[in-house]
């Protein structure tokens, strides 16, 4: 599930700015914002269907007036959808008649975008890719230039933009005056194995030794991310133990086995990098219902990852050559052990991606996760709201169950209302099984345990349904909504109508 924000007070963005992991954003007109996409493409279709498209038809239609793009296999009409997208009309135009697919991974790895585009499909691509012209240079300035490799004893700290980067012994510590509110939730340590080539013999052959590459990223909520990488060093190994220390301000990391010292090591840092991926091991999966799995991952010993509650990742998944990326919020509360956390899988038949993880995803198999991506803080909403409306439909019960958690964890006592109220098609969508209970599945303790959870069958979100789970006082109130496209604008409309204005609303996109 990605974030979107509804004009929200709480996490308002300003007109021009960057999305939450680093893309430049601009101003978007009225009317062309995304609940208004929404509503424009709800069971239509804005492009006229062909049986395929072939690298001659798609490179034509390469203007603004008529901008088709390519997107993993299939052909998009995206003419409409250029004043809705929030990177502007020119970045998109990049791609126009050409393979977006690159700019795609690089910028919208974790973006819905089967059901962000599903009206204006095309038809198949059935070309040849390699025959298209590459996509045009970025139109907007940045500042994720890679700076080159500086030593820690270098006296200019021109590319740290602000940031210190400190030895100490047996580690390194990083600082920045910006950073007011770290906690263990900002901050991604890893060591990965990398070759160092050495030398190349009179024969050609390369010469290489293994090496551990350090990384940290620290990813401040409502500020820019921040990414720092030393050179490989052969005293580091991914077996190295290594301690993380994070004050407001701080992020502190000491192998107390290493005879490293970080100050011969160089280093180069980024602001908004991309976002990298981490291989994770499944070490259970169960089901919650006929058509959903729960897919538990180990963090292993040589990263320290930790998500926000509300954040998401995007997840590489391998289908014959072709690698396809999907979103999917974590769920970190189903279990005591922070190193481990659950992706809740909604299985498809006719779809794309879901069949073949059913298929070929097994315990002890290693999958590729990225990142946690978003920059927002949900905790004030959490914590302070005297009401709080939890709307989902679908997978879109996954943001919930870690809020739900942390609003427990934060008021048990204080007389705050709670209502999670989960929208299912029939008695078989149903994912709060007691039996799931002893796989460790957060969301059937909370039901059990709970009265605040209410599971509604065969009926469609409306104000009247939620009127009877909604106080009528005036109270500080606010809700979250996951779901299906439909279901968000019908959510949105209805509390609309029961006094909840855009501030008071944050929808996750699902």
């Given at each position: 599930?990605?974030?979107?924000?509804?004009n929200n007070s709480l996490f308002a963005k300003p007109a021009i700015g960057r999305s939450e992991y680093g893309r430049v954003k601009v101003a978007l007109a009225p009317g062309k914002g995304f609940m208004d996409w929404l509503r424009l493409t709800?069971?239509?279709?804005?492009?006229?269907?062909?049986?395929?498209?072939?690298?001659?038809?798609?490179?034509?239609?390469?203007?603004?007036?008529?901008?088709?793009?390519?997107?993993?296999?299939?052909?998009?009409?995206?003419?409409?959808?250029?004043?809705?997208?929030?990177?502007?009309?020119?970045?998109?135009?990049?791609?126009?008649?050409?393979?977006?697919?690159?700019?795609?991974?690089?910028?919208?790895?974790?973006?819905?975008?089967?059901?962000?585009?599903?009206?204006?499909?095309v038809g198949p691509f059935n070309g040849d890719l390699s025959k298209l012209k590459p996509c045009l240079p970025p139109t907007t300035s940045d500042d994720k230039k890679v700076p080159a490799s500086t030593s820690l004893f270098a006296s200019s700290?021109?590319?740290?933009?602000?940031?210190?980067?400190?030895?100490?012994?047996?580690?390194?510590?990083?600082?920045?005056?910006?950073?007011t509110d770290l906690t263990e939730q900002n901050v991604i340590v890893s060591i990965e194995e990398t070759n160092v080539k050495k030398a190349i013999t009179s024969t050609g052959e390369e010469i290489a030794e293994n090496a551990c590459k350090f990384?940290?990223?620290?990813?401040?909520?409502?500020?820019?991310?921040?990414?720092?990488?030393?050179?490989?060093?052969?005293?580091?190994?991914?077996?190295?133990?290594?301690?993380?220390?994070?004050?407001?301000?701080?992020?502190?990391?000491?192998?107390?086995?290493?005879?490293?010292?970080?100050?011969?090591?160089?280093?180069?840092?980024?602001?908004?990098?991309?976002?990298?991926?981490?291989?994770?091991?499944?070490?259970?999966?169960?089901?919650?219902?006929?058509?959903?799995?729960?897919?538990?991952?180990?963090?292993?010993?040589?990263?320290?990852?930790?998500?926000?509650?509300?954040?998401?990742?995007?997840?590489?998944?391998?289908?014959?050559?072709?690698?396809?990326?999907?979103?999917?919020?974590?769920?970190?509360?189903?279990?005591?052990?922070?190193?481990?956390?659950?992706?809740?899988?909604?299985?498809?038949?006719?779809?794309?991606?879901?069949?073949?993880?059913?298929?070929?995803?097994?315990?002890?198999?290693?999958?590729?996760?990225?990142?946690?991506?978003?920059?927002?803080?949900?905790?004030?909403?959490?914590?302070?709201?005297?009401?709080?409306?939890?709307?989902?439909?679908?997978?879109?019960?996954?943001?919930?169950?870690?809020?739900?958690?942390?609003?427990?964890?934060?008021?048990?006592?204080?007389?705050?209302?709670?209502?999670?109220?989960?929208?299912?098609?029939?008695?078989?969508?149903?994912?709060?099984?007691?039996?799931?209970?002893?796989?460790?599945?957060?969301?059937?303790?909370?039901?059990?345990?709970?009265?605040?959870?209410?599971?509604?069958?065969?009926?469609?979100?409306?104000?009247?349904?939620?009127?009877?789970?909604?106080?009528?006082?005036?109270?500080?109130?606010?809700?979250?909504?996951?779901?299906?496209?439909?279901?968000?604008?019908?959510?949105?409309?209805?509390?609309?109508?029961?006094?909840?204005?855009?501030?008071?609303?944050?929808?996750?996109?699902?």
């Amino acid at each position: 599930m990605n974030n979107l924000t509804v004009n929200n007070s709480l996490f308002a963005k300003p007109a021009i700015g960057r999305s939450e992991y680093g893309r430049v954003k601009v101003a978007l007109a009225p009317g062309k914002g995304f609940m208004d996409w929404l509503r424009l493409t709800q069971n239509k279709a804005l492009a006229k269907r062909v049986a395929s498209v072939d690298h001659v038809e798609l490179s034509k239609h390469d203007k603004k007036e008529d901008c088709w793009v390519h997107l993993f296999g299939i052909v998009y009409d995206v003419t409409q959808y250029l004043e809705f997208h929030p990177g502007g009309i020119p970045e998109l135009l990049r791609a126009a008649g050409r393979d977006a697919t690159p700019l795609f991974n690089q910028y919208h790895a974790w973006v819905n975008y089967e059901s962000m585009l599903k009206a204006c499909i095309v038809g198949p691509f059935n070309g040849d890719l390699s025959k298209l012209k590459p996509c045009l240079p970025p139109t907007t300035s940045d500042d994720k230039k890679v700076p080159a490799s500086t030593s820690l004893f270098a006296s200019s700290s021109e590319n740290f933009y602000g940031s210190r980067i400190v030895p100490i012994d047996n580690g390194v510590y990083l600082e920045h005056d910006d950073w007011t509110d770290l906690t263990e939730q900002n901050v991604i340590v890893s060591i990965e194995e990398t070759n160092v080539k050495k030398a190349i013999t009179s024969t050609g052959e390369e010469i290489a030794e293994n090496a551990c590459k350090f990384r940290v990223l620290v990813h401040h909520f409502w500020k820019p991310a921040m990414e720092f990488e030393f050179d490989p060093s052969t005293l580091i190994s991914v077996s190295t133990n290594f301690k993380v220390s994070i004050s407001p301000s701080r992020v502190s990391i000491n192998f107390p086995e290493t005879t490293q010292n970080f100050g011969d090591l160089h280093f180069k840092v980024q602001r908004r990098p991309g976002v990298s991926y981490h291989k994770f091991q499944i070490s259970n999966i169960f089901r919650i219902n006929y058509n959903t799995l729960v897919y538990r991952l180990e963090i292993p010993s040589n990263i320290f990852y930790r998500i926000p509650v509300g954040h998401h990742v995007s997840m590489k998944i391998r289908k014959g050559q072709a690698t396809l990326y999907r979103p999917y919020t974590p769920i970190m509360s189903n279990s005591n052990d922070k190193n481990q956390m659950d992706l809740m899988i909604k299985i498809y038949e006719d779809g794309i991606c879901t069949p073949s993880i059913e298929k070929n995803l097994k315990i002890g198999d290693f999958v590729e996760i990225s990142d946690p991506i978003g920059d927002k803080k949900f905790e004030e909403w959490i914590k302070n709201s005297e009401e709080l409306v939890l709307l989902a439909a679908g997978s879109g019960i996954t943001p919930m169950i870690d809020i739900l958690t942390m609003r427990l964890d934060f008021g048990k006592n204080n007389g705050n209302k709670t209502s999670l109220l989960i929208f299912n098609k029939t008695e078989n969508d149903v994912a709060t099984d007691e039996k799931t209970i002893e796989n460790g599945w957060k969301l059937a303790e909370l039901a059990r345990d709970q009265n605040m959870i209410k599971n509604i069958i065969g009926q469609r979100i409306s104000t009247e349904i939620l009127k009877e789970y909604i106080d009528k006082k005036d109270v500080l109130r606010k809700a979250f909504i996951c779901g299906p496209d439909g279901f968000i604008i019908t959510a949105k409309e209805s509390l609309e109508e029961l006094g909840l204005s855009s501030d008071d609303v944050h929808i996750f996109q699902g």
